[in-house]
C-alpha cells in the first residue's frame, strides 16, 4: 500500500498581509512652491519680472515711469481615483481581512501619481496669457543633451552654471531628480576626481543626499523614451502645486452591489512650471 502520511500534512497562514516593494510616500511633493488650496477650475499664478534702474544725470529732473512686466502661468487639477470590490461571500472566506491594506494600496497609488503630476509639468507644457490659453513648451535653451552619457558632473557643473546665468539665487534651494541607474552612472563617470569619489559614493550608498549643492532625489518615475531618460535639475521655486482635494479615503457597503465592501481612494491635483530658467532637463543615457 502506497503512504499517504503527507495527506495529513497541514498549511498555516498568516493573518496579515504583507505589502510588496513599491513607492509608498511622494518623493517630489516636499520641492515644489507649499501647495495651494485650489476653490475653482483653474489657478492663476501671477509673475513680475525683472527692471533696471536708470542714473539720475540732472538736478530736478521728471521722476522715471519704468513699465514693470507682468505675466501669469495657469494650472488646473486632474481628479485620480482608486477603488476595488471585495464581495461579502469572499469577505466570509478569508482569514484576513484585506480592506485595510487595500486602502493603503490605494493611498500608495495616490502618492506615486502626485510624483506623475510634478514630473509631467516639469518638462511638459505649460500655460500662459491673461487667461492662460498660451502654450508654453520648456525651451530648448533649458535642455542638456544626452550626448551618449548618463548622468555626469559635467552636466551637473552645465546646469549650476546655467542657474548662475539665470540669476537664480544661491539660496534657493536646488533638486536633481534621476533615475536608480543615473545614480550608478554618476559614481562610473570619468570627470570623478578622487576628492569627489568618496562624496559621490557616499550619495550612491545613501548616506548623503546633496553633492555641488544639489539635493538628489532617487526616482523610478521619469519618463524613459528609447535610451534616453530624462532628469531634472530645478529650484524649490520653479513648480507651483494645487489641489482641490488632498487624499480623500472611504469605505462604503455598495448596495447594488450585495452591499459589498468598496475600498476608495480620490484626489484632485495639478501643478504647472512657474519660470522655465529655474528648470533643466537632463537628457541621460540608458540602457
Known amino acids: 500500500m502506497a503512504e499517504s502520511i503527507d495527506e495529513l500534512y497541514v498549511r498555516q497562514y498568516q493573518n496579515t498581509m504583507r505589502m510588496l516593494c513599491q513607492q509608498k510616500v511622494s518623493k517630489l511633493e516636499a520641492t515644489t512652491i507649499p501647495p495651494v488650496k485650489v476653490s475653482g477650475e483653474y489657478l492663476y499664478w501671477e509673475r513680475i519680472g525683472p527692471s533696471e534702474a536708470i542714473p539720475l544725470v540732472t538736478r530736478h529732473a521728471a521722476t522715471p515711469n519704468i513699465e514693470v512686466d507682468h505675466s501669469r502661468r495657469r494650472s488646473s487639477t486632474t ?41 509631467a509639468a516639469l518638462g511638459g507644457s505649460a500655460w500662459t496669457g491673461k487667461d492662460g490659453t498660451t502654450e508654453v513648451a520648456l525651451p530648448a535653451a533649458q535642455k542638456i543633451a544626452a550626448g551618449a552619457t548618463g548622468l555626469t558632473i559635467t552636466k551637473l557643473l552645465t546646469a549650476i552654471e546655467m542657474f548662475g546665468l539665470a540669476s537664480v539665487e544661491d539660496d534657493v534651494q536646488k533638486i536633481v531628480v534621476a533615475s536608480y541607474q543615473q545614480r550608478t552612472n554618476l559614481l562610473n563617470t570619468t570627470e570623478v576626481t578622487s576628492a569627489d569619489y568618496n562624496t559621490v559614493r557616499s550619495l550612491v550608498n545613501g548616506d548623503v543626499d546633496t553633492f555641488l549643492g544639489f539635493k538628489f532625489i532617487w526616482s523610478n518615475r521619469l519618463v524613459k523614451v528609447a535610451t534616453s531618460r530624462f532628469c531634472y535639475a530645478y529650484t524649490k521655486e520653479a513648480m507651483g502645486y494645487g489641489s482641490l482635494d488632498e487624499i480623500v479615503v472611504r469605505l462604503t457597503e455598495e448596495s447594488t452591489l450585495n452591499f459589498a465592501w468598496q475600498p476608495y481612494v480620490s484626489m484632485d491635483l495639478g501643478a504647472t512650471r512657474i519660470e522655465d530658467v529655474q528648470v533643466i532637463e537632463i537628457e541621460c543615457t540608458e540602457a
Open 79 to 119: 481628479p485620480y481615483v482608486w477603488a476595488t470590490l471585495l464581495d461579502r461571500a469572499d469577505a466570509g472566506r478569508l482569514l484576513v481581512d484585506p480592506k485595510g491594506p487595500y486602502q493603503q494600496t490605494g493611498m500608495f497609488a495616490m502618492q506615486r501619481a502626485k510624483d506623475d503630476v510634478i514630473i
